[in-house]
């Protein structure tokens, strides 16, 4: 990783995406994207590149926690060409108005682990808790997201 | 709008401002040109390369990074001046680049002899001789011939116009068939 243009070109894609279906927003998703990533290009040289991806799932977490607003315009989710397959048997713009039902921390988990397709122990770096933290969101968000399309 | 549609947006906002907060400070794109794609790269003092081809830039973004660090991002629209002007040359209407260039990252020997490039005109050619005089260093014609061959920013600094002192084309790293055509551009025939 050499400089910021590669860092975009290997994760600029699902942390855009990641991003939308955090808020739902595309102006509030292209500023968690521009945060992240001016975060990211500040601190690029104490970075280890063996846990990028991780590192800037959790700067884009932490930084949608920070600013939790919202605007009017909507991005319907089920126009999105996706990144990540379908989960589950669940389509994505099926669960995305459950995805937004959820609490923050559930939120976060489920796209990470469900959508995204993070492992259990990358979704506990990016959200800084336990994997076991991580495992109980995900199942509690996996409940929830399955009853409200039940 | 599809999902990368935004993200091209996004990205080109994320870049001007990274580079207007100084948190990046290298421009990059590719241009189509009539000698191909050209890779391009615009530093805080002005043009830092104009590569021949879209791929194998690396050692120009090497000497970059080394000089500025790897806050390097792909920034369309900073340099449309930079397209604007080579557009303008390739179309015949323009016969004098206004752009700065920036030849800080060379060894002082490189610039005195690209600086003495960049002053010949449009439309005339010089012997490598010639610009080693010019550059202080008569003697230096092979050396000379090495730098022109390593010049980071070909058609702003003009390295087609020098030829052999029998007025044969000698080399040029982006080919012959392109230094021919540029001279060709300029009224000369090659």
């Keep these: 990783m050499r400089t910021f243009d590669d860092l975009l070109a290997a994760h600029g894609r699902e942390i855009f995406a990641y991003a939308l279906r955090l808020t739902g927003d595309r102006d509030d998703a292209d500023d968690l994207f521009q945060e992240t990533f001016l975060a990211a290009f500040r601190a690029f040289g104490s970075v280890r590149d063996d846990n990028l991806r991780a590192w800037l799932y959790r700067i884009a977490t932490n930084k949608a926690t920070d600013a939790r607003r919202r605007q009017a315009r909507r991005v319907r989710l089920d126009d999105l060409e996706l990144v990540a397959p379908d989960r589950d048997g669940v389509t994505t713009a099926d669960i995305a108005a459950a995805i937004r039902a959820l609490p923050p921390h559930e939120r976060a988990a489920f796209v990470l682990r469900r959508v995204q397709d993070l492992s259990y122990s990358e979704v506990a770096e990016a959200l800084s808790c336990s994997e076991d933290a991580a495992r109980k969101r995900v199942s509690e968000a996996t409940k929830k997201v399955k009853e409200a399309l039940a | ?190």
């Design chain 2, 1 to 190: 709008m599809t999902l990368d549609a935004m993200l091209a947006e996004s990205r080109e906002r994320l870049a001007s401002r990274a580079i207007a907060e100084g948190v990046a400070r290298v421009a990059v794109d590719v241009m189509d040109s009539p000698l191909g794609p050209l890779w391009l790269a615009l530093g805080p003092r002005g043009v830092l390369a104009i590569h021949y081809g879209a791929s194998g830039y690396e050692g120009d973004l090497r000497r970059i990074v080394a000089r500025y660090g790897p806050g390097v991002l792909r920034a369309p629209k900073r340099l449309d001046e930079v397209k604007r002007e080579l557009d303008e040359y390739f179309a015949g209407k323009r016969t004098r680049f206004e752009l700065s260039v920036d030849l800080s990252a060379l060894t002082p020997f490189q610039r005195r002899i690209l600086a003495a490039t960049k002053r010949v005109p449009f439309g005339t050619v010089r012997s490598y001789r010639e610009i080693a005089t010019r550059a202080g260093m008569p003697t230096a014609s092979r050396a000379t011939g090495n730098a022109l061959g390593a010049n980071p920013i070909p058609i702003v600094v003009p390295c087609h116009r020098i030829v052999g002192s029998d007025g044969s084309l000698h080399g040029y790293a982006g080919g012959l068939d392109r230094k021919r055509w540029l001279l060709r551009l300029e009224g000369i025939p090659g």
